[in-house]
């Protein structure tokens, strides 16, 4: 799916990301307020919209290009005698 983005669009699907995560985090408060299992609770909603997030920055998170390497030539083999 990121690769079809056009350039400039992964910011959008990084806030796309962190507004789904809200949806994990009402889950988990769900299961929280009607007494069901704190470990489900945190263990399955809480952690899926925590990794949602990471994931959401770090693709919300922009890295500048970098420069080409010059083209250097090949250092070309020593013989050994």
Known sequence: MISRLPPGRRRALGWALLVEALAAYGDM??????HGFVATA???HGLTATLMVVNGLLIMRETRKVAAAPATPAPKPVAVR
């Open 29 to 34: 408060a769900t299961v929280l307020a009607h």
């Open 42 to 44: 945190l263990g399955v």
